[in-house]
């Protein structure tokens, strides 16, 4: 069972920057992958970004360029740089990974969110 605990939502105004930053109970290097997705009301969750196990990122089209993605393998966390923040960034933002089970599917697992509010 793995864990993922998200801390650094907030208010901010519209160009300003945040950092998410999501804390995995288990060993992010053997992760298939952690990322970033995001839920406003009223609408899907969208992905916003993630990192796969060898480096690799992606993003979704709304945030690149202005988004970042990255993980610290010895603190088990991954980060979201969040930069010129618009309005609609505003959204719930949770943390995702999927992690091999052994088995023929992965587990996948949520955090329990954080609010991002930008005013403009």
């Known amino acids: 069972q793995v864990q993922l605990v998200e801390s650094g939502g907030g208010l901010v105004q519209a160009g300003g920057s945040l950092r998410l930053s999501c804390a995995a109970s288990?060993?992010?290097?053997?992760?298939?992958?952690m990322g970033w997705y995001r839920q406003a009301p009223g609408k899907q969750r969208e992905l916003v970004a993630r990192?796969?196990?060898?480096?690799?990122?992606d993003y979704g089209d709304s945030v690149k360029g202005r988004f970042t993605i990255s993980a610290d393998n010895a603190k088990n966390t991954v980060y979201l740089q969040m930069d010129s923040l618009k309005p609609e960034d505003a959204a719930v933002y949770y943390c995702?990974?999927?992690?091999?089970?052994?088995?023929?599917?992965?587990?996948?697992?949520w955090g329990q969110g954080t609010q991002v509010t930008v005013s403009s």
């Open positions: 995702h990974a999927e992690v091999p089970s052994g088995r023929l599917f992965p587990d996948y697992y």
């Open positions: 990192i796969i196990s060898g480096g690799t990122t």
């Open positions: 288990g060993t992010i290097f053997n992760f298939n992958y």
